[in-house]
């Protein structure tokens, strides 16, 4: 029998970026979009967004036979010892309200050296070696915390625009840190972004790999932001994340396929940055998208 892994969907590929925003979709619309793709799991997006009250949450997830796969949080922590508080404080609030619904994964994302809102750069694009010993320390602390107090697993997401992002940078922060409290979120798009090997990486650290993000990079817009050093969230508005299935890479069906020989249990959310869309934009290719992943590989299954 062909081991599979678990599809689902997140708030990102509705174009949600934050909590409130007048011109994102309301979250009721979203679950009634969701259900109606056929898609049974999804993350819980920014926090604020869905409901916070825990039995809210889980009777409006299982009016829309929805389940929650992961919570998300922001770090910084290469910029010193204060950065602690913020990313615990995030932390009690999302894997607080995640782990009572039986949640197990906590994607985490790094602060970006320019801004993803205003596109202003706020610091150095790379760490020292001092940077980087306090980026590793910090989220081993942050995973061991998070195993420790709610069973939850720490998946650390490369991203565009962030001081981790290459291949180079990836394997030095999976060397840096430990495999016991810090794994990877595989976002198949951000690492793509800067021309990374998914499948390369999935090879030489399968057990490092502990949750995917499936998205696609238009390779002819993406160029375009390379060369001129567009900011991401001007790329976003370009679509250099694309609907999958057609122009863009990586090819899923070899990434799901090898996720199943890691860890037939993994999740693969979808998760097409599109901030900033107009709200009947997402729900259509939401639909094609889950119909494409699925006619591609045997290797995936939504329920």
């Known amino acids: 029998m062909t081991k599979q892994i678990r599809v689902g969907t997140a708030p990102d590929s509705w174009g949600v970026w934050f909590p409130n925003d007048p011109k994102q979709v309301p979250w009721e619309r979203f679950l009634d979009e ?3 793709a056929g898609y049974h ?4 997006g920014p926090f604020g967004y869905l409901p916070t009250d825990p039995n809210q949450l889980a009777d409006v997830l299982a009016e829309h036979d929805l389940k929650l796969s992961a919570g998300t949080v922001f770090t910084g922590f290469h910029k010193g ?3 602690w508080k913020r990313a615990w404080d995030q932390a009690l609030d999302v894997a607080g309200l995640v782990s009572k619904l039986g949640v197990e994964h906590l994607v985490v994302i790094p602060d970006l050296w320019r ?3 205003t596109a202003e750069v706020l610091e150095s ?7 980087w010993k306090k980026l590793a320390a910090g989220h081993d602390k942050l995973g061991k915390a998070l195993l420790e107090e709610y069973g939850i697993h720490q998946q650390f997401h490369s991203h565009a625009d962030s001081h981790i992002g290459t291949y180079a940078e990836v394997e030095r922060f999976l060397q840096e840190t430990s495999k016991e409290y810090t794994n990877l979120c595989l976002d198949t798009g951000h690492f793509a972004y800067y021309l ?3 499948v390369r990486l999935m090879n030489a650290y399968p057990e490092r790999i502990g949750y995917l993000h499936l998205k696609q990079v238009h390779p002819d817009i993406l160029a375009e932001a390379l060369k001129n050093d567009m900011p991401f969230v001007d790329a976003v508005a370009r679509g250099v994340m694309t609907e999958p299935g057609f122009e863009g890479v990586p090819e899923f069906a ?3 396929e090898k996720a199943a020989q890691i860890n037939p249990e993994m999740f693969a959310i979808v998760e097409q ?4 869309c107009d709200v009947d934009f997402p729900a259509p290719i939401a639909d094609r998208t889950l119909k494409h992943i699925m006619s591609c590989t045997h290797a995936a299954r939504v329920r």
């Open 34 to 36: 969701v259900q109606a």
């Open 41 to 44: 799991w999804i993350e819980l």
């Open 81 to 83: 010892d204060d950065q």
């Open 115 to 117: 801004s993803d809102a």
């Open 125 to 131: 694009r790379v760490l020292d070696n001092d940077q």
């Open 196 to 198: 990374g090997d998914n």
């Open 254 to 256: 070899p990434i799901i």
């Open 273 to 276: 940055d599109m901030y900033g």
